[in-house]
């Protein structure tokens, strides 16, 4: 049983230009979770969604930044005209039902020049 | 005032010592979480606990619900068990803590 895929694991982008975000999750997982880590800070986490379904969005910055989980494929964390900020390694976690052990991916380097 | 404390926040530890992070929170939970972020930066979910004890090997997490109140301990370290400690809550939120940077000395 393959664990959580993210791809790429490194994405250089130029300010403006758009960054996607892959994870897919374990086999048997309906539940995804995004997180990011910036520079020398902690995990904050970004967005829950369920198969077709954002259910907490609340970490989410209101703007240039969403999340899908469509009903085939990985979950894709979208970020629109990226900004030097958005700099970070974005990890997504999956867990077979809320609440359960979240497994975490190896995460995504977004560098932005 | 952060919603989830972690005490300390850099830890050297000799080789064989025991080891207790500790993790305070302040909002109601489901579910406290501890994470281990290996020097590489992978992440690792060592526990998910609601209420008492759970061991795996070396690793033994308490909680305390009323005293909103969680601790990791290491029994016989390792200098493999160099690595950031998380804990997180969840419920009708999730929270992480700063982490607790370990470093075990040979």
């Known amino acids: 049983n393959a664990g959580v895929m993210q791809n790429p694991r490194h994405l250089v982008r130029r300010r403006g230009q758009e960054a996607r975000l892959r994870c897919s999750p374990m086999k048997g997982h309906s539940h995804v979770y995004w997180y990011r880590q910036l520079p020398e800070e902690g995990l904050k986490f970004m967005v829950y969604?369920?198969?077709?379904?954002?259910?907490?969005e609340s970490g989410m910055p209101k703007e240039r930044f969403s999340a899908e989980f469509p009903k085939e494929g990985p979950s894709i964390l979208r970020i629109q005209q990226v900004v030097r900020g958005d700099s970070a390694a974005y990890f997504c976690?999956?867990?077979?039902?809320?609440?359960?052990?979240?497994?975490f991916g190896p995460g995504t380097r977004l560098l932005v020049l | 005032k952060n919603e989830v404390e972690q005490s300390p926040q850099n830890l050297t530890a000799q080789e064989g010592e025991f080891i207790t992070i500790n993790c305070s929170y302040s909002v109601g939970i489901s579910a406290l979480h501890w994470l281990q972020q290996h020097p590489g930066g992978g992440i690792v979910s060592l526990f998910m606990l609601s209420s008492g004890k759970k061991k795996h090997g070396r690793l033994i997490a308490t909680i305390n619900i009323q005293e909103k109140h969680s601790s990791l301990h290491i029994t016989a370290s390792h200098p493999r068990d160099s690595a950031v400690y998380i804990c997180?809550?969840?419920?009708?939120?999730?929270?992480f803590g700063t982490g607790t940077s370990l470093t075990v000395i040979p």
């Open positions: 976690a999956s867990s077979p039902g809320v609440w359960e052990t979240q497994y």
């Open positions: 997180a809550s969840t419920g009708n939120q999730f929270y």
């Open positions: 969604l369920q198969k077709e379904n954002i259910i907490d």
